[in-house]
């Protein structure tokens, strides 16, 4: 239900012409501004706090090191499976659910020509994998040296898989429940609309002959249709289908509604967002570990700090960081980190990683070494996928990507407008613009930058002995004397 106005004669009419769970994440959890220019407001206090609570959640995960991160991870990562598999079974008994799952897997052959989405498919597998994040990294270097990690590997990327797959079958059949109540309410409002019109028994208009009915009164009584035209609405269940959403969106506004419609509808809520909790959880622990890890791994370091400190002063900046996107327009700066500061420079960093291991290391040295761990080389699958085709495709994406990235002109943002009670597109102005282009410089210069300057160390160093060869002259060998 909607809050009322100021008056109390009517409800909020931000709220009117949304909808409840619109306006509940827009205006009541983001308190979001009209664009990323209006910056008023100061810091969301709720939003500072479940910041903060997370921070802490995850400094008591890590304050031990791996050790007491991996009893934590056990349980966020299984716990969502739980969750899934009950929302399941729940899915398949609603109204509706085949209608999103068989539209889940009805192919659209035009979205396969287009780069985009090659370029979602291939950034959502390095998210979900954590590839390029160096969480990966980081846990792996925990493992024994005999640790078989092919068979973890292929495991991992299956369970991956198969986890994407299940999650967006229970996710399509409550989207479908939705999507048919939605299409069947419309209908509803049409029969109740031309019953009142034209005076017709109650009964005698159903969602099943409607559309009939509308034919036929257009035909037979054009003047009085005429005049209801306007209110008339055009029903498609395909069209609720297509206004699919991303992100926070559907997290939080489309999953919301459902749930808002199904029954004991608080139960499946809290199940819900405590799998969402639990989820972010899960990965922000991995990403953290990834950054304490080599900080740990710095004698530099750990001779001042201990680990509890240096754990805590991580957490501690990306508290501070965090808190930029607790402001009013804080919603549209974290859609530009999302959008730009990950997508382009993990295609980069995952490209550089592999390039280098076959090309730069040596394929054949990285089959010794693995040789060396499992007791076999790599099979012809692996090596094939390492030097050619996973480059090719890495490549490519990187290409398409900055294609795109040129071809779509002027960036675009989806801005809350409270007076039309919906999401509007706007170009990002000048400054916007000017952080994205930092964002994209900055992520991908890391390399760069990091490989000039080994090489002018080493570079110096070499300079260094050659210096150090020609000051000191070699002695001249002395002639042995005979006894």
């Given at each position: 239900?909607c809050?009322?106005n100021?008056?109390?004669?009517?409800?909020?009419?931000?709220?009117?012409?949304?909808?409840?769970?619109?306006y509940?994440?827009?205006?009541?959890?983001?308190?979001?501004?009209?664009?990323?220019?209006?910056s008023?407001?100061?810091i969301?206090?709720?939003?500072?706090?479940?910041?903060l609570l997370?921070?802490?959640?995850v400094?008591?995960?890590?304050?031990r090191?791996?050790?007491?991160?991996?009893?934590?991870?056990?349980?966020?990562?299984?716990?969502?499976?739980?969750?899934?598999i009950i929302?399941?079974?729940?899915?398949?008994?609603?109204?509706?659910?085949?209608?999103?799952?068989?539209?889940?897997?009805?192919?659209?052959l035009?979205?396969l020509l287009?780069p985009?989405?090659?370029?979602?498919?291939?950034?959502?597998?390095?998210?979900?994998?954590?590839?390029?994040?160096?969480?990966?990294?980081?846990?792996?270097?925990?493992?024994?040296?005999?640790?078989?990690?092919e068979?973890?590997?292929?495991?991992?990327?299956?369970?991956?898989?198969?986890?994407?797959?299940?999650?967006?079958?229970?996710?399509?059949?409550i989207?479908?429940?939705?999507a048919?109540?939605?299409?069947?309410?419309?209908?509803?409002?049409?029969?109740?609309?031309?019953?009142?019109?034209?005076?017709?028994?109650?009964g005698?208009?159903?969602?099943?002959n409607?559309?009939?009915?509308i034919?036929?009164?257009?035909?037979?009584h054009?003047?009085?249709?005429?005049?209801?035209?306007?209110?008339?609405?055009?029903?498609?269940?395909e069209?609720e289908?297509?206004t699919?959403?991303e992100?926070?969106?559907?997290?939080?506004?489309?999953?919301?509604?459902a749930?808002r419609?199904?029954?004991?509808?608080q139960?499946?809520?809290?199940?819900?967002?405590?799998m969402?909790?639990?989820l972010?959880?899960?990965?922000m622990?991995?990403?953290?570990?990834?950054?304490?890890?080599?900080?740990?791994?710095?004698?530099?370091?750990?001779?001042?700090?201990?680990?509890?400190?240096?754990n805590?002063?991580?957490?501690?900046?990306?508290?501070?960081l965090?808190?930029?996107?607790t402001?009013?327009?804080?919603?549209?700066?974290?859609?530009?980190?999302?959008?730009?500061?990950?997508?382009?420079?993990l295609?980069?960093?995952?490209?550089?990683?592999?390039?280098?291991?076959?090309?730069?290391?040596?394929?054949?040295?990285f089959?010794?070494?693995?040789?060396?761990?499992?007791?076999?080389?790599?099979n012809?699958?692996?090596?094939?996928?390492?030097?050619?085709?996973?480059?090719?495709?890495?490549?490519?994406?990187?290409?398409f990507?900055?294609?795109?990235?040129i071809q779509?002109?002027?960036?675009?943002?989806?801005?809350w407008?409270?007076?039309?009670?919906?999401?509007?597109?706007?170009?990002?102005?000048?400054?916007?613009?000017?952080?994205?282009?930092?964002?994209?410089?900055?992520s991908?210069?890391?390399?760069?930058?990091?490989?000039?300057?080994t090489?002018?160390?080493?570079?110096?160093k070499?300079?260094?002995v050659?210096?150090?060869?020609?000051?000191?002259?070699?002695e001249?060998?002395?002639?042995?004397t005979?006894?």
């Amino acid at each position: 239900m909607c809050p009322p106005n100021g008056n109390r004669t009517g409800a909020l009419e931000e709220c009117e012409v949304a909808s409840p769970t619109q306006y509940f994440f827009y205006r009541e959890t983001l308190n979001i501004s009209s664009s990323i220019e209006s910056s008023g407001g100061g810091i969301h206090m709720g939003q500072a706090l479940c910041l903060l609570l997370a921070w802490i959640i995850v400094y008591l995960c890590i304050i031990r090191g791996v050790k007491s991160t991996g009893v934590v991870v056990y349980f966020t990562a299984t716990f969502p499976y739980v969750v899934l598999i009950i929302y399941l079974i729940r899915g398949a008994t609603l109204h509706g659910a085949w209608n999103g799952v068989k539209y889940m897997f009805t192919p659209k052959l035009e979205q396969l020509l287009t780069p985009q989405t090659w370029i979602n498919a291939a950034t959502q597998i390095f998210f979900s994998l954590g590839l390029g994040f160096g969480s990966l990294v980081a846990f792996s270097s925990y493992n024994h040296h005999h640790n078989d990690f092919e068979k973890q590997a292929l495991a991992v990327s299956l369970i991956n898989s198969g986890t994407s797959v299940f999650a967006s079958i229970v996710t399509f059949a409550i989207y479908g429940f939705k999507a048919t109540n939605n299409y069947e309410s419309c209908l509803q409002r049409n029969c109740l609309q031309l019953i009142n019109t034209f005076d017709l028994a109650e009964g005698s208009i159903d969602a099943h002959n409607v559309t009939e009915w509308i034919r036929h009164l257009n035909i037979t009584h054009p003047d009085a249709f005429n005049s209801i035209s306007e209110k008339i609405e055009h029903c498609s269940l395909e069209g609720e289908l297509d206004t699919a959403v991303e992100g926070a969106g559907l997290a939080f506004i489309l999953y919301s509604e459902a749930i808002r419609m199904m029954p004991l509808s608080q139960l499946w809520s809290v199940l819900y967002f405590t799998m969402l909790l639990l989820l972010g959880m899960g990965s922000m622990l991995g990403n953290v570990t990834a950054i304490i890890t080599p900080l740990t791994d710095t004698p530099l370091l750990t001779n001042i700090l201990s680990s509890e400190t240096i754990n805590g002063l991580v957490c501690l900046l990306c508290l501070l960081l965090g808190l930029g996107f607790t402001s009013p327009s804080g919603n549209y700066w974290f859609t530009i980190f999302n959008e730009y500061a990950a997508t382009l420079s993990l295609l980069f960093i995952v490209f550089i990683e592999i390039v280098s291991v076959c090309y730069i290391y040596g394929l054949k040295r990285f089959e010794k070494d693995v040789e060396d761990m499992l007791g076999h080389r790599p099979n012809w699958y692996w090596r094939l996928m390492w030097a050619v085709i996973s480059p090719l495709l890495l490549f490519s994406l990187f290409v398409f990507y900055i294609y795109s990235y040129i071809q779509g002109g002027v960036p675009t943002y989806q801005a809350w407008d409270k007076e039309l009670g919906r999401s509007i597109v706007k170009q990002y102005p000048a400054f916007g613009q000017a952080v994205i282009a930092l964002l994209l410089l900055s992520s991908l210069s890391c390399i760069p930058v990091s490989a000039l300057i080994t090489f002018c160390r080493r570079r110096r160093k070499q300079q260094g002995v050659q210096e150090e060869q020609l000051e000191c002259p070699r002695e001249k060998p002395t002639r042995a004397t005979r006894s």
